[in-house]
């Protein structure tokens, strides 16, 4: 029975965690389709006054135009990460983890999908940057930006929580020291799963 549970948890967490990297992919890519038909290179358009702008740049570096001059290197590390997250999943138990990879595997295949596809060539396409929020943050970004982000974010607070990749939480006992919960139906609680997790990346 446990290895059945198991078996369906992980089902679960990777139709999430595919359908949220399609959900990210797919808006990434139509709303840099739209920002390129509709607007000229260097164009800045008021959508919330001074709050959002869109404003079309290509951005030959990493997220938020960091490094720029080194994409061959983003290529392969966005190749490595989408082996990695591909491997991984399999071992994935937990909705909001699947949420994490999801966010991230939709963000980095959107801004590869550019270097890979757009000009000035193969491998070295110029990511397509168009949000800009001047009165948070001075750089230029995209809708794969922010699921990167946002993968992040929501990975520290899952392992500042110590919740596990199976949904497991560490319990204390009487003394303070990590204790593990009973197994009644559900996975023995403990925080190793996080501490795995950052070795493997």
Request: proline share 3%.
């Amino acid at each position: 029975m446990e290895a059945e549970r198991r078996a369906r948890l992980g089902v679960t967490a990777l139709l999430v965690l595919v359908g949220v990297a399609i959900t990210v992919y797919a808006v990434d890519q139509v709303s840099k389709y739209f920002v390129v038909t509709t607007l000229a290179e260097g164009e800045t358009v008021q959508v919330l006054g001074d709050l959002l702008h869109w404003q079309f740049v290509r951005n030959p570096g990493a997220a938020f135009s960091f490094a720029s001059g080194m994409t061959w290197v983003f290529t392969i590390l966005a190749a490595g990460v989408i082996t990695f997250i591909i491997w991984f999943a399999r071992r994935i138990r937990s909705i909001a983890w699947a949420l994490v990879f999801g966010l991230l595997l939709g963000g980095v295949l959107g801004n590869l999908t550019d270097r890979l596809f757009r000009e000035p060539g193969f491998g070295i396409g110029h990511v397509i940057d168009f949000i800009s929020t001047p009165w948070m943050l001075p750089a230029i970004y995209n809708v794969a930006d922010i699921a990167i982000v946002s993968s992040m974010i929501l990975f520290m607070i899952l392992t500042i929580r110590g919740i596990g990749l199976d949904g497991s939480r560490p319990v204390r006992d009487g003394d303070g020291a990590d204790a593990a919960a009973p197994e009644s139906g559900r996975e023995a609680r403990g925080g190793g799963a996080p501490a795995e997790l950052a070795r493997e990346s």
